[in-house]
């Protein structure tokens, strides 16, 4: 699976943006796919992650309420709506899957998105 992250831009704090990430070749609706993100000076964090059916999600407790991941299958895509937006939200955001069935911080994520950058200015 390859993926492709977008979406992400300047937005002033409290503000929102949608982040897409379109996936190419074959996904099962039962695997995890995850998004990710980078701080400048940080290390990588989970965000959030959901089977692609939709049917089983998970957040870091960070953004839970006002992030929301979701999945269109027909366009073989994954969203991230973030909102209510903080400077401290800053960072790259990758997309990621996995072949586990289990979308949580925890499983290894094989295949990654090459990021889209996220600032919010305060």
């Known amino acids: 699976v390859q993926l492709q992250a977008s979406g992400g831009g300047l937005v002033e704090a409290g503000g929102s943006l949608r982040l897409s990430c379109a996936a190419s070749g074959r996904t099962f609706s039962s695997n995890a796919v995850g998004w990710f993100r980078q701080a400048p000076g940080k290390e990588r964090e989970f965000v959030a992650a959901?089977?692609?059916?939709?049917?089983?999600?998970d957040y870091a407790d960070s953004v839970r309420g006002r992030f929301t991941i979701s999945t269109n299958n027909a366009k073989n895509t994954v969203y991230l709506q973030i909102s209510s937006l903080k400077p401290e939200d800053t960072a790259i955001y990758y997309c990621?899957?996995?072949?586990?069935?289990?979308?949580?911080?925890?499983?290894?994520?094989?295949?990654w998105g090459q990021g889209t950058l996220v600032t919010v200015s305060s």
């Open positions: 990621a899957s996995s072949a586990s069935r289990r979308p949580s911080p925890s499983t290894v994520y094989d295949s």
């Open positions: 959901i089977t692609w059916s939709g049917g089983s999600v």
